[in-house]
């Protein structure tokens, strides 16, 4: 499995703030996911990525897959209390089936 | 987590005791995993099964063993519970389709 970084750990935001989680690598990668897990939950998949610049929306939502796929990101635009948790991205496995996870951003969202 | 049962959620052991968890799918999924996650270090996975009959070792699979005995059921064993094995574990299956991990609902560990 392929090693990412994801910053920052945690995030504050005010409620209507916007919000974005950066999942780095230093080597190109076939995929990307996204989980999102509420407190006292357990991870949730979001979204999957795979081309080369991609783009995909869910609400208020966006997911970013870098022209380079060694880089993601995902944008919340105008948090609400209901997106509080922690956010994980985690590299395609290849032909391995060994998934890493990212350390995670844990996401605040004061009312 | 629909289609992966983890139990128990909650065990509390002393040091040296051993414990089995337990994992069963219902999806007919060939890829299972185990993750532990702990406050500021994400998940991290500890051992996954890409098939029945096999399993292969994660990041932290150091003071565990595991068993794929048949397609449904993947265990974790601690044979001597440490403190540092305090955690909370998932097991996790591998969809078909797309590759996303469904989760269980976790099991919460304590060792004293």
Same mark, same amino acid.
């Given at each position: ?6 910053? $920052? ?33 357990? $991870? /949730?998949?979001? *979204?999957?990525? /795979?081309?080369?610049? =991609? ?11 870098? =022209? ?7 944008? *919340? ?33 004061? $009312? | ?31 299972? !995993?185990? !993750? ?27 003071? !565990?063993?595991?068993?794929? %005995? ?18 909370? !574990? ?10 996303? %991990? ?11």
């Amino acid at each position: 499995g392929q090693q990412v970084m994801q910053i $920052p750990q945690y995030q504050h935001v005010q409620e209507g703030e916007d919000f974005t989680t950066y999942c780095n690598s230093s080597t190109t990668l076939s995929n990307i996911q996204w989980y999102k897990q509420r407190p006292g939950g357990h $991870p /949730v998949f979001l *979204i999957q990525l /795979v081309k080369s610049g =991609e783009v995909k929306k869910q609400k208020r939502l966006t997911f970013q897959f870098g =022209e380079a796929k060694k880089n993601s990101s995902l944008h *919340i635009t105008a948090t609400q209390t209901t997106d509080v948790g922690t956010y994980f991205c985690a590299p395609g496995s290849g032909n391995t089936g060994k998934l890493i996870f990212g350390q995670g951003t844990t996401l605040q969202v004061k $009312p | 987590n629909a289609g992966v049962t983890q139990t128990p959620k909650f065990q509390v052991l002393k040091t040296g005791q051993s414990m089995t968890l337990q994992c069963a799918q219902d999806m007919n999924h060939n890829s299972m !995993y185990w !993750y532990r996650q702990d406050p500021g270090m994400g998940l991290r996975l500890i051992y996954y099964s890409a098939s029945e009959g096999t399993t292969d070792k994660g990041e932290v699979p150091n003071g !565990y063993n595991v068993s794929r %005995l048949n397609k449904r059921e993947f265990s974790l064993r601690l044979e001597s519970a440490a403190p540092s094995q305090t955690s909370v !574990y998932f097991c996790a299956i591998l969809g078909r389709a797309n590759e996303k %991990l469904f989760f269980g609902s976790g099991t919460q560990l304590s060792v004293l």
